[in-house]
């Protein structure tokens, strides 16, 4: 997978395969939301599994009912295809799927 930086037509014409996803600032970003904390938990740990197979790891903030995910390639100093397919991957998480806002 290439790590080297998107440009902005790029970038745009990936966002609109991924609903609910957006970029702030370097980043690209989604916040999920859940019925129940656990839930989203569990949802973190489905995500670090994946991201551990892809040896590219997002940062994870979960809160009570809401996890928010942050993908960057920090080598690359910003957004590249490899942050597009673990979103890709993100978006096939069952408790995402059936969850999500």
């Known amino acids: 997978m290439k790590r ?9 014409h990936h966002l609109a ?7 702030e ?5 989604r916040e999920f939301r859940f019925s129940r904390y656990l839930d989203g938990i569990e949802f973190v740990r489905r995500v670090a599994l994946l991201a551990e197979a892809m040896n590219h790891h997002p940062d994870l903030i979960a809160r009570w ?25 993100i978006q096939t998480v069952p408790s ?4 999500q806002t």
């Open 65 to 89: 009912r809401r996890v928010t995910v942050r993908l960057s390639t920090h080598s690359a100093g910003g957004i590249t295809e490899l942050d597009f397919e673990l979103a890709r991957q």
């Open 25 to 29: 600032g370097q980043e690209l970003m």
């Open 4 to 12: 080297e930086l998107l440009n902005a037509e790029a970038i745009q």
């Open 17 to 23: 395969t991924l609903p609910g996803w957006q970029v």
């Open 96 to 99: 995402a799927s059936e969850r």
